[in-house]
């Protein structure tokens, strides 16, 4: 009961708060730039639960022009809140598209797809209901990645993961999916800027807390899609839940650079064989950053260049891996494919759109709390370090702008909201790090 209470409490004050006043805005706001409205409903699909049809809302939101909106966390309940039909002991057979959710209704039950290699996630759920044995739900779990490895996608980490959803052991256990997915994004955020300002920059332990507490918050309260992101298993784990490792990856990199410890490089090839089966939003730009920071350091003829090299390679070769999957040329079919140059022409006016978008409110207050701890910091900064604030900008907006060449290479969309959701938590990163290393030159230049 206390635990129940825990949760509906976090809903209300720590996620929900700036939803109050959007959910009453959004319907009438335009974007000036689109002529589109914010919201728009389309009744155009439909999902068949057991011999019942029920439309699916899609929803689109500024600035996604191309956003693909289908959300199946709509489906409130199955069949007027009743448990209609049961297939493969306890297991709720459903056709929704590419993407289902738990149902939530009275009686929820495992959830899996019609054609999508569900049978799979229903074995599972059998084996450990009927054995109760870990290493054996594992098994199911790595049979049904090898099948949809063939006929789905290569993302085979994640798959794996989703093959062994809480739900697969126990339904009361789904209720620890919001926890998880906060306990690593905030983790991921404090994890990554430890090495950064208590290393790299002289700044104190009350400065790191400081600013990483301020990005948590606004990662949680300010995302659009907070279903996607932190209530849905498959949404999010695949897109926040990866987008967190990947902090945690690349905080470890950090810390290798600083102390060059080698026993380091065990979590490195771990985190890249693992982040090298994900989601490809979050992937690309990691994979950008560490092939930079090795290619540096060779210029530099820096010793450490050889561990990030080995790091590096072993990223690309588990992306190679995902990437050939056969799997993804079967799910290709069925998207809008566009070349990769305009892909990438797409991704960089698109990283317009979202800036003028996201720069608001909620950014303007942050800046003016982080201000006066950037201005201390900088005050015992060396200040050749700003030196070359126009190619860090480039840079740095290249690396915010490659996340989107996935979702328009294979969808020439935004993508679905949880995808949406981790472009803006790279956004809100990276766009205060090219913040604070303006207010470095221009202190540099008064000087």
Known sequence: MQFVLFLTFTDIFFLNLPSLGNEVLQPF??????????????FDQQIEVVQQVVPIVQKQGSPHRFVHGCHACHILKAAAGERQGIVHAEVLD??????????????????????????????????????????QAISAACAGVAKSYQIWQGTYSALFLMYLAPNVFSNTAYHLVTFVILLLLCGGIFYLLCPLFRRFLPGTCGEWITVSSILSFLCIQTVEFQCDSFYRYNASMYYTGFFAVTLFFLGTLFRYLDNGKRILLLPLLLFAVFLGGGNYVSLLPCMLLSVTITLLLLLQKNKKAYICGITSVVLLLSFAVSAIAPGNHVRQSGMWKIPAWKAIAKCLLQGIRYTLAWTGLWWVLAALLLLPVFLRILQ????????????????????????????????????????????????????????????????????
Not at 29 to 39: E, K, R, S
Not at 389 to 406: H, Q, V
């Open 29 to 42: 706001l335009v974007p000036l730039f689109q002529g589109i409205a914010v919201v728009r409903k389309v």
């Open 94 to 135: 459903i056709r929704a598209g590419n993407h289902v959710s738990q149902l939530r209704s009275i009686g929820d039950h495992v959830v899996v797809p019609h054609w999508r290699g569900g049978d799979d996630l229903a074995e599972a759920h059998l084996v450990w209901q009927q054995t109760g044995s870990i290493p």
């Open 380 to 447: 015992k900064k060396n200040g050749a370090f700003f030196s070359h604030p126009i190619l860090f900008t480039g840079y740095a907006y290249g690396l915010f702008c490659s996340m989107s060449c996935p979702l328009f290479y294979t969808m020439n969309s935004t993508g679905p909201g949880r995808a949406v959701a981790i472009v803006y938590y790279t956004f809100l990163l990276i766009s205060f790090a090219v913040f604070f290393y303006w207010l470095g030159y221009i202190v540099r230049k008064l000087r």
